[in-house]
């Protein structure tokens, strides 16, 4: 079946330093890939999305590219700030005979310190 | 623009009790989804419809009802409540496959 798999589960860091989180999927569909991120009780909130190969997606300071040969989609940022402490998910959305079908990772959660 | 309203906003239940969860969106989306997040195992979709009186099982639907009685509303049952469970469960909608998808805050569940 589809999956998602991120790596780190916690990603500790100095404001200012930059920051990648790993995201690779499993699918046989066309996939479209997004990035979720979800601040202390608050609902998980889109941040990137993709589904065109090579080509970088940007918003808000972070960016990704979709990579379907290494079937990977890493989140980046050059300079982290305080406010991006908070929990990131990759999600892959795949179109099959069901209808759509949204697949999480396990989410990594990044602390940004002083 | 549109919200998404989970009722209640926690929920604490017995030990084989039967519990349920209200979802309402007002964006006017065909698809809604039930996913339940549980620390270190990241957003699991239960149960997801792709259009009013449709269901489809995710990967956790075991132990888990769900109807779709209007286009607006999603409601999910827990059909017994299993001792020391604690977990948040997020309504979501989208217009369709592989647009964005918004987020309600969620219903968190304690089972005692």
Not at chain 1, 56 to 79: C, D, I, V, W
Not at chain 1, 93 to 107: E, M, P, Q, R, Y
Not at chain 2, 19 to 41: A, E, I, P, V
Request: glycine content about 8%; aromatic content about 10%; hydrophobic content about 30%.
């Amino acid at each position: 079946g589809d999956s998602v798999t991120q790596t780190e589960g916690l990603v500790t860091l100095t404001k200012g330093l930059p920051v990648m989180l790993n995201c690779t999927y499993q699918t046989t569909y066309s996939p479209f890939l997004f990035w979720y991120v979800q601040h202390l009780n608050e609902a998980p909130k889109l941040l990137l999305k993709s589904s065109t190969d090579n080509k970088r997606t940007e918003h808000q300071g972070f960016y990704a590219t979709l990579h379907k040969s290494s079937s990977s989609f890493h989140l980046q940022k050059s300079s982290v700030q305080l406010s991006d402490s908070a929990l990131y998910f990759c999600a892959l959305s795949v179109a099959n005979s069901a209808g759509n079908k949204l697949t999480f990772g396990i989410g990594t959660r990044v602390l940004v310190r002083p | 623009g549109g919200i998404i309203t989970q009722t209640p906003k926690f929920l604490i239940g017995q030990e084989g009790q039967k519990l349920t969860l209200k979802c309402q969106q007002n964006f006017n989306h065909d698809t809604m989804y039930w996913y339940r997040q549980d620390s270190g195992k990241g957003l699991r979709l239960i149960y997801y419809s792709i259009t009013e009186n449709d269901l489809q099982k995710g990967d956790l639907s075991e132990g888990y009802d769900a109807s779709r009685e209007k286009k607006s509303s999603f409601s999910l049952t827990v059909t017994s409540a299993q001792k020391n469970e604690m977990a948040v469960f997020l309504c979501a909608s989208s217009i369709r496959t592989n647009t964005e998808v918004f987020f309600g805050k969620g219903t968190r569940l304690t089972v005692v």
